[in-house]
Structures are given as structure tokens and as C-alpha cells.
């Protein structure tokens, strides 16, 4: 599976409509444990790098910490920018679409990954 195959995967829960559903914050679970653990370090890529870099960062490191599998990681992301950081909500949204738009343009070529310039 490529780098933007799986990306695409994690985040393919992800509505568009990010935060306009509510929080996807739920006490007690796997999810709501690691958004109480890691939510503010998640966000604070975003904050350090607001561009589509600063939350490929963020999902590298959902995947380098949370233990859960890649298909939670769209959920984490959710979680953690409803919960610690909302303001990132329509970068976020950006990135889904523009990771969907990567692997739809390379779906017939043998796609290489993804890079977002940093």
C-alpha cells in the first residue's frame, strides 16, 4: 500500500464537514483517551506549520502514537481538532480533499506518495 494509499484510508472517515457534526470526543473510549493524551500535540503541528505540511506531520504522529489501527487515525484527527484546536478544522478539510485529489490523479499511474514541500 502506498503513503497516500493508506493516507487516504486513515482519513476516508473524516467528514468533510469536519466540525459542523459536533465533537467526536467520546469519554472513556480509545479514541477520547488519546485526545486527552496527545490531542494538544496533535494540534500543536498544526499550529507551528498552518499549511497541509503542518497536519501531514499531525497524522504521522496519530500514527506513530496512538497504537490504534490506521483506520482510527481519521477519528483521532477529528477528535483532537473538535476537542484542542476547531481553528484547524478547514485546514484540515483542505487536506483531506487534497490528499483525495492526489490519489485520484495518480490512481491509473502508479502513484509515488505524497509531497507537500517541507
Known amino acids: 500500500m502506498t ?20 465533537s467526536a470526543h467520546a469519554s472513556g ?42 483506520d482510527q487515525t481519521g477519528r483521532l484527527l477529528a477528535a483532537s481538532v473538535s476537542v484542542d484546536c476547531p481553528e484547524s478544522g478547514a485546514l484540515v478539510e483542505e487536506f483531506v480533499r487534497y490528499v483525495r485529489s492526489r490519489q485520484q490523479s495518480s490512481a491509473g499511474g502508479g502513484g509515488t ?3 507537500l514541500g517541507y
Open 29 to 70: 473510549d480509545a479514541v477520547g483517551g488519546y485526545v486527552d493524551d496527545h490531542g494538544g500535540e496533535v494540534c500543536g503541528f498544526m499550529r507551528d506549520q498552518p499549511n497541509l505540511g503542518g497536519v501531514k506531520r499531525a497524522v504521522d504522529h496519530i500514527l506513530a502514537t496512538s497504537g490504534l489501527p490506521e
Open 113 to 115: 506518495g505524497i509531497t
Open 3 to 22: 503513503k497516500l494509499t493508506w493516507m487516504v484510508a486513515a482519513l476516508s472517515a473524516l467528514p468533510v464537514a469536519l466540525l459542523s457534526a459536533g
